[in-house]
Nanobody, 128 residues
Framework: QVQLVESGGGSVQAGGSLRLSCAAS????????MGWFRQTPGKEREGIAS????????FYAVSVEGRFTISHDNAKNMLYLQMNTLKPEDTAIYYC?????????????????????WGQGTQVTVSS
């Protein structure tokens, strides 16, 4: 089992920055892919970035590419999402997720069922 805990959410004005963190514990060595998703009320959870656990090869959704950066620190079992030039439409609950499936590609568009492990989410609010 893998446990994930997000932190770093908050309120910021448009154009500002935030960095989200996700701490992995438990059988973290089994993780092969990690991702960030976000969800707003009434909408499906959207995958916005994913990264291989053992490389820097990553995928970004069009909505965040060029503004957000996903990274990890394996020594600390941490996943990060640096969010710059934030927009009001980035307002959402942000979730980190992990997958230990060795056969599934990671740096590609991923969907919720691909990830068995989830954090509890952290709220990001961007005001105009």
């Amino acid at each position: 089992q893998v446990q994930l805990v997000e932190s770093g959410g908050g309120s910021v004005q448009a154009g500002g920055s935030l960095r989200l963190s996700c701490a992995a514990s438990g059988y973290a060595a089994s993780i092969r892919c990690m991702g960030w998703f976000r969800q707003t009320p009434g909408k499906e959870r959207e995958g916005i970035a994913s990264i291989y656990a053992n490389s820097s090869s990553a995928f970004y959704a069009v909505s965040v590419e060029g503004r957000f950066t996903i990274s990890h620190d394996n020594a600390k079992n941490m996943l990060y999402l640096q969010m710059n030039t934030l927009k009001p439409e980035d307002t959402a609950i942000y979730y980190c997720a992990a997958d230990s499936n060795r056969l599934r590609l990671c740096a590609v568009p991923r969907v919720v069922p691909d990830f068995p492990y989830w954090g509890q989410g952290t709220q990001v609010t961007v005001s105009s």
